[in-house]
């Protein structure tokens, strides 16, 4: 993947410049930040999360599970307790809820895992270890006459080093 | 470099997390870095501290391996008296768990500032004391190699636990609980130990953060999944910490014996399990805000806020206590009133008032903002309140028992130094566990005190960077306040 990186430490230079490289279209926009900003967000202009789906889908999935097993361990070993039915639903709600959020919080952060790209196993290309401490960075992949095009709103926004990377 | 900040006035909110209150003496996102990472290098009290903790570990360990040659006998069970102070522990521990949770998640729901500087060690808190009471169960039976028999899984054995016993619940509880708190406090480090990757310089350890921090960049596609998962994560875990010690407390309420049987159990239960939660944390953290010079991050707003929750959990402890005897009083049970006569008056009076003036009369000190905001009797009350919550799993669990129906189910309990003995290694177990941890990663979220401190900003604030709250400043660049 080629590219152009920038790394800024003011936040509303690395802002502005993702705005003006946005109208250009010069390439696809990664940015960099060491906490989530929602100036960002706004100037990316990127969806809702589909995070939620699987916490949905899984939740009740795990909820359907939770259920499922009890009634099915109690029809098959059944005991009697306290006169009550064999399938008691009221006291297997417990284990209902207890499954549904293990199942439903662990499918969540398996797709928020899926999502991000992560585990990642390269990291060589379009990051620098400053942008988890105090600077913002700006990737965007592009090459040729928009690459320059891209170095050139980099620089003019305050860019502290603008360089290629392949 | 101040320390403190000063108190909220004049119908100021506290938990709206602006910079300039919540963190008067933090200036840029390099100084929380250096600072926080900072704490990590080890010190000769640490080391002396672990080592403590490891004794103390081991004197357990050497007292179960005892146990387990000699047989259950060893502890103090005398019948009628066959639950003691392994369950008692047991309780006591999942209890200290539950207020890392609150204060991770139900706090991070309900967007409480005080909560940022202090989660981490929360967090961390409960996943170590859940794991401590995990051990409690199997330290309780007989044979504890077959402790597995619980979990429902195809055996060789082709029978199935029954779903319809609390002990049953427990294990699914429990068992949820300690995934999703350890998930929890991980997701949140992932950030983190990308900052530690990136700043460390020794190979070995730069290769193993970067495969903590699985390859995480900070990029924005990132940081939108993240931010969304966790958020729900928070939705699960809220609604998981009533359950889990509302299931514990069915261990006790769906017996028939008198002091159990009762349907504010879970609420109870709940109650208690924060308000113990919380004073370990105000036992763990004032310590270490000292060791790690970290009071201008653990504010005394902070701590103020916090002790401002432990009042109130308090209060519902106590108001639980009072609706007991004021239930046993009412129900015209014979049994019930004896019971809570006893408890009180008789064979166990000096436990329960133990338990009545360290949890629910000391806590009312906090009335007084002055004591809120003094650190030091934090501490002290703190250590009061896990000293009155042990004793009130005590007073629960044994007076109970001794005092059932029957004068020939009318008996006495004595710990023998096997249960201390393994008391003690449950504390040494905890905090070896949490001093490893606070050497290794992070005590506070760097990412997440970084959203509260104002970013450096071009045009025109850097004079005063506390004049930087997003939202304040430039809103064509802010856009959402936060």
Redesign the interface.
Known sequence: MQGVLGAF?????A??AVEELKKSRVGDI?????????????A?E?G??K??VF?LIF?LCGVTFGYW??VW??D??P?V?GG?AIA?WV??T??G???M??V???A??F???G?????????TVG?D??????H??VWVAAEGNDAATAESILKKH?AEEVRRER | MATTAAPYRGGERPNIPSAAKRFPAIN???QV?REIAGTLRPTLGWFAALGIAILCMLIGATTWTYQIHEGLGAAGYQPPVMWGVYIITFVFWVGIGHAGTLISAILYLFRAGFRTSIYRVSEAMTVFAVMTAGLFPILHLGRPWKFFYLI?YPNWRL???????PL??DV??I??YL??SS?FLY?GLI?DI??L???EKNPVRKAILATLA????????????????YL??AA??T??VL?VHS?VS?DFAMALTPGWHATIFPPYFVAGAIFSGIGMVFTIVIPLRKAFKLEHYVTLNDLDAAAKLCLFTSMVVGLAYLTEFQVAWMSGNKFEQDYFWNRVFGQWAWAAWIMLICNMILPLSLWSQKLRRNPMWLFILSIFINIGMWFERFVIVVPSLSHEFEPWQWGSYRPTWVDYGILLGSFGWFFMWFLLFIKQLPVMAM??I??VVP?????GHDDDPHNLA?GTI?PD????A?
């Open positions: 430490h003011h936040i509303d230079s802002v502005h990664t940015v960099y930040t060491p906490t989530p900003r929602h100036e960002f967000e706004h990316l990127h809702p999360s995070v939620r916490t939740g097993i009890p361990m109690s098959y070993w005991l307790v009550k008691s006291p297997f417990i284990l809820f207890e499954v959020v293990l439903g919080g662990l969540t952060v797709a928020m895992f999502f991000a790209g992560i585990p990642r196993l390269t990291m990051y270890g400053r942008f988890s401490g105090g913002f960075g305050g | 840029d996102y390099e870095d429902p029978i199935w636990p029954n779903p319809k016993s049953v619940w699914f509880a068992l949820t995934t999703i998930t997701i950030p990308a900052i990757r990136d700043r699985l390859g995480w960049r900070n990029s924005d596609r990132e940081w939108r999944h993240f931010t969304r998962a729900f994560l699960f875990a609604p998981l359950s299931v069915f990412a997440e970084k959203e970013p450096r900003m071009k045009h997003a430039d660049i802010t856009g959402v936060h």
